[in-house]
């Protein structure tokens, strides 16, 4: 028999990251041809890419309106592919701003979708839910109080735990990072992931090197600072953000050991601070949207927390500087603490810790891709069983 055809679609580079991992899953399983949106990893495993995330991946809502053109490309690529193929599932990886029109789309020609990862609409803009109700046949979902909330508005949802849990891990000890990296054992490290987008670069690198100037200036003693660029950015262009002089490393394709190896973790917002919970490391969480972006946006946010961590905890675990508390001295004011050989600061760093292990534990058992491909192998056939 041919193999089944089957839609795959990412639209950044944790949802890219996702997406290999199922598709990996599913050819283990089941005999299929996997087309779709993603990137390099998704690439590596042996996904068709019909085109890159690159092309749609934006934050905000400003920001969107520039790529308008972009997104259409990528809508009519995909729907015409979708067409030609005739997959009987879509499955589709987070990114609702274009995924529930790509859904919708779709859905007119015949074609039922999944969705992997389900957007986080109980803190935004919740009303949404009914929109993945109305175009998705089933939804996996990774938080276990998602569950509920998706179940509660109609929607044909699973809980898979997170993709993340038995994933993260180092695979060399701080000693070897060191010496690999040139960096001095003895002296405390940083590790800074400042984001996966373009825009995200830009809004948040500039605050960071302020920061690491005042940190400069008011921490005790000498740290080293390493900077992990995610995958599809410009290494060189972000290198040329930070004074020549201050002897940053930048690193690619390794940030797990980066992170490991951190005695603080300053972190974007976004799944990266799921990374950084499970590696057990102190965190600082920052994030900066455009002004006009912001304050569209702030009457749509419906949760007390901004980033994952907290949220996950119902708790501040984890300091978040978001918007206009995210500047260079209160960046180095928290540094400062969490780094403090004081009292107060080691049991600042004992708590975090704590409630760090309390995330990791309500993120659910390892296995979870797995679930998700058994669920659409099951789902596929059960399709085929309805067609006879």
């Not at 490393?249 to 951190?262: G, Q, R, V, W």
């Amino acid at each position: 028999m041919p193999p089944i055809p089957l839609l795959l679609s990412a639209g950044e580079a944790s949802g890219d990251m996702y997406a290999a991992r199922l598709a990996t899953a599913l050819k283990q399983r089941l005999n299929v041809e996997i087309f779709g949106m993603g990137g390099p990893q998704m690439r590596a495993a042996g996904v068709e890419i019909i085109t890159d995330y690159s092309e749609v991946s934006v934050v905000g809502i400003t920001e969107v309106l520039k790529r308008l053109p972009s997104l259409f490309r990528a809508m009519s690529r995909l729907v015409d592919e979708a067409e030609r193929r005739r997959p009987p599932l879509a499955i589709l990886t987070d990114f609702p701003g274009f995924h529930l029109r790509l859904a919708r789309k779709l859905r007119t020609r015949g074609i039922r979708n999944v969705y992997y990862i389900c957007p986080q609409f109980w803190a935004w803009r919740p009303w949404r839910v009914n929109l993945v109700r109305r175009r998705f046949a089933e939804a996996l979902c990774i938080f276990h109080f998602e569950e509920k909330f998706y179940a509660h508005a109609g929607v044909p949802v699973k809980y898979i735990g997170h993709p993340l849990v038995g994933n993260v891990k180092p695979t060399m000890t701080r000693e070897f990072f060191c010496k690999k990296y040139g960096l001095d054992e003895g002296d405390p490290i940083i590790t800074i992931l400042p984001g996966s987008r373009r825009g995200e670069i830009a809004h948040h690198v500039p605050v960071l090197v302020e920061a690491l100037a005042d940190m400069g200036r008011t921490l005790p003693g000498s740290f080293a600072v390493v900077v992990a660029v995610a995958p599809g950015l410009d290494s060189e262009k972000m290198e040329s953000m930070f004074p020549e002089q201050w002897q940053v490393k930048f690193i690619a394709e390794d940030t797990y050991n980066a992170l490991a190896a951190a005695n603080l973790a300053i972190v974007s917002s976004g799944t990266a601070t799921v990374e950084t919970a499970l590696l057990g490391k102190p965190m600082i969480v920052v994030y900066r949207l455009s002004p006009l972006t912001a304050r569209l946006a702030k009457p749509l946010v419906r949760t007390r927390f901004f980033s994952m961590v907290n949220l996950i905890a119902g708790r501040m675990v984890v300091p978040e500087l978001i918007q206009h508390e995210f500047t260079p001295q209160r960046v180095a004011a928290e540094a400062g603490k969490l780094l403090s050989p004081s009292q107060a600061g080691k049991r600042q760093v004992e708590e975090m810790l704590r409630g760090l292990e309390e995330v990791r534990q309500l993120l659910g058992p390892p296995g979870a891709v797995e679930r998700a491909a058994d669920e659409i192998r099951r789902l596929l056939s059960a399709a085929k069983s309805n067609a006879k």
